[in-house]
C-alpha cells in the first residue's frame, strides 16, 4: 500500500512551510489511493515547546487534512511519538555496530572540538579524525562498565555499494558525500537519536513508500541511502519540495515574519484558499531539464498559479512532475485573489451562504453591538450584496457599515465627498428621489431600482457620475460599495427616506 508521513517536529506553531508539506503530503497519497502518518519528530526535549503537538493537529483538522494514522487515531504503525520508540532505534545501532558500518565514540565535545578546529586550520575538509574507530573491543567494554559517554557514528569509510541518489522532483543528484560530516552521529550520547537515523528506521518500520520532504533535506539524501544500504534495507522514494520564501526573498521560517496558520485563521482566511494557495506555491511549472527550449513554459495540463481549485480538485490535478526546482516566493495578493474567488463559490449555494453569515455573525454583533439588524438572516443578505467585493470574511464590517448603522457623514471620507458636490444639485437630487419613493406602492422587493434611478437622473439633466455619488452619499457616506438599487433594496422604504431626509435637514 501507498503510504506517506508528515513528520513535524514539535518546535513550535504549524507555519506555512509545514502546512504546504503536509498537504503534498495528503494529496499525493490520495492520489496514488495511498494513506499518510502524521508522526511527530520529538526526539529533542531541549526543542520540545508544550502544547506545539495539539497546535499542530488542530491547524491540520482546521485546513481539512485528516490524516489516516498519528496521535490519536492509532493503527498498526504505533506509537507515533519518536520519544517512544527509542529501544528501536537502540536495536538499529547495535545491527550496525555489529555489521562494522558503525562505532562508538568517547570523545568529550571539547575534544571534538578541538579536533574539528585543526583540521580546519590544516586544510582538510573533514569534521572528525576517527581516532575512536581505531579503539580496541576490549577498551570499548572497559570505557562503557566505567560510565564514560559515548555517540554512535556511521563508519563512512566502510559502506557498501548502492545506486547514486534520485529524487521524483530533482530526477538525477550528484553523490555529494564531500558536503557531509566526517562519520556522522546516529546516537548521541543521550542515547537518543539523530534525525538521520530515527527517520531511517521509522520510515522503514512503517512502511513508507514515498517521502515528501522539504528540500533542506536534500544534502542529506547520501546520507540515509547509505544507511539503507547499511542495513540492507530499501529505500522509499523521495521528493524533495522547494522552499517557501517570504516575499522579501528571504527563507520562510518560525522565528521570522508571521507565517502561523493559526494567524491566518484568526485573521478569517479561508482554509480552501489558503490551500490552494499553497498547493500553487511551485506547482504548475515544468521541470528545467525537460521543459522545451522555452524553460519557463508550463507542465502538460498544470494549473497556473491562480486557477481556483477545490481539495478534489487538486488530488485529481496533483502532479510532482510539475513542481518547480526553484524556491517560490509566497505571494501575498494571490491569496487575495484565491479567497475572494472562494468566498463566491461558497456563496453561490444556500448551504454556503449561510455558513459565512453564521461563522460572521459575532465579529458583526461586536462590531455594532447596539444595531438591530445584526440576525443571521440580515448578514446573509449583506454578503449577497457584496458578493464579489469580499476579500476577506472579517472584512465584511467595515465594507457594509451603513447596512447594520447609520451612515457616519462626519467623515474624513464623507466630508470629502460632500464638499465636492454642489448644494444645489445635491438638494435637487435627494428631494427628487425622496419624493419618488414616498409615491411607490409597488411592494419594495418587487421595484427594480436601477431603472428607478436612472429614470430620477434622467429628469434632472445632470451628469450621472454626479448624481450616482450624491445618492451614495446620502445612503452610505461612503465613496465606493454595492450598487445603489441593491442598497435602497436592502435599507427598506423606511431606512432609505429616512436617510435622505437627514442630509437634507444637515444642509
Not at 223 to 230: E, F, G, K, Q, T
Not at 371 to 386: C, H, N, P, R
Request: charged content about 25%.
Amino acid at each position: 500500500m501507498v503510504l506517506l508521513r508528515f513528520a513535524p517536529s514539535p518546535t513550535g506553531a504549524l507555519h506555512l512551510g509545514g502546512l504546504r508539506t503536509a498537504l503534498y503530503n495528503f494529496l499525493y497519497a490520495r492520489k496514488l489511493g495511498g494513506k499518510w502518518i502524521l508522526r511527530i519528530e520529538d526526539t529533542d526535549a531541549t526543542r520540545t515547546v508544550p502544547g506545539a503537538v495539539d497546535g499542530i493537529r488542530e491547524a491540520l483538522e482546521w485546513a481539512g487534512l485528516e490524516y489516516d494514522y498519528g496521535p490519536g487515531k492509532q493503527g498498526p504503525h504505533a506509537p507515533y511519538f519518536q520519544s517512544e520508540r527509542l529501544d528501536l532505534y537502540r536495536f538499529y545501532a547495535d545491527k550496525l555496530l555489529a555489521s562494522g558500518h558503525a562505532y562508538r565514540c568517547f570523545c568529550s565535545p571539547d575534544t571534538i572540538a578541538a579536533t574539528r578546529e585543526r583540521l580546519a586550520r590544516s586544510g582538510s575538509n573533514a569534521t572528525y579524525d576517527k581516532a575512536c574507530l581505531h579503539v580496541t573491543e576490549e577498551e570499548v567494554v572497559r570505557r562503557m562498565k566505567a560510565g564514560e559517554k559515548f555517540v554512535v557514528r556511521l563508519n563512512d569509510g566502510n559502506l557498501p555499494s548502492r545506486p547514486p541518489p534520485s529524487d521524483l522532483i530533482f530526477r538525477n543528484l550528484r553523490d555529494a558525500h564531500a558536503s557531509l560530516p566526517t562519520d556522522p552521529v546516529l546516537l548521541k550520547s543521550d542515547l537518543f537519536p539523530t534525525y538521520h537515523l530515527a527517520s531511517v528506521v521509522d520510515d522503514h518500520e512503517m512502511g513508507i513508500t514515498h517521502v515528501l520532504r522539504g528540500e533542506e533535506w536534500l544534502p542529506s539524501l547520501p546520507l540515509h541511502l547509505d544507511l539503507y544500504a547499511c542495513l540492507s534495507l530499501p529505500p522509499p522514494q523521495f521528493a524533495h519540495l522547494p522552499l517557501l520564501l517570504n516575499p522579501d526573498g528571504s527563507k520562510m521560517s518560525k522565528r521570522k515574519g508571521d507565517v502561523q496558520v493559526i494567524d491566518y485563521k484568526r485573521r478569517g482566511w479561508e482554509q480552501s484558499a489558503i490551500l490552494n494557495w499553497l498547493a500553487l506555491a511551485g506547482w504548475g511549472v515544468a521541470h528545467d531539464a525537460e521543459a522545451s527550449s522555452d524553460s519557463t513554459s508550463p507542465a502538460k495540463h498544470a494549473p497556473d498559479s491562480t486557477t481556483v481549485m477545490t481539495l478534489d480538485e487538486m488530488i485529481k490535478e496533483f502532479d510532482l512532475a510539475a513542481i518547480t526546482h526553484r524556491r517560490t516566493v509566497l505571494d501575498p495578493m494571490k491569496l487575495e485573489y484565491l479567497n475572494k474567488h472562494h468566498l463566491m463559490r461558497m456563496m453561490s449555494t444556500p448551504e454556503g451562504l449561510s455558513n459565512l453569515a453564521e461563522r460572521v455573525h459575532i465579529r458583526v454583533k461586536e462590531a455594532f453591538p447596539h444595531s438591530q439588524y445584526t440576525t443571521v438572516d440580515s448578514i446573509k443578505e449583506v454578503i449577497a450584496m457584496l458578493q464579489g467585493r469580499i476579500m476577506n470574511l472579517n472584512d465584511l464590517p467595515s465594507l457594509a457599515s451603513f447596512l447594520f448603522i447609520e451612515p457616519d457623514y462626519t467623515t474624513e471620507e464623507a466630508q470629502s465627498m460632500r464638499q465636492s458636490l454642489p448644494s444645489d444639485k445635491y438638494n435637487a437630487v435627494v428631494v427628487g428621489l425622496r419624493d419618488r419613493l414616498q409615491l411607490l406602492a409597488a411592494p419594495w422587493q418587487t421595484v427594480n431600482f436601477v431603472d428607478l434611478l436612472h429614470e430620477e437622473h434622467a429628469k434632472l439633466g445632470i451628469n450621472q457620475k454626479q448624481y450616482m455619488t450624491i445618492v451614495r452619499h446620502a445612503l452610505t457616506g461612503m465613496k465606493t460599495g454595492p450598487g445603489l438599487g441593491a442598497v435602497i433594496g436592502a435599507l427598506g422604504r423606511e431606512r432609505t427616506i429616512e436617510r435622505l431626509n437627514r442630509t437634507l435637514a444637515t444642509q
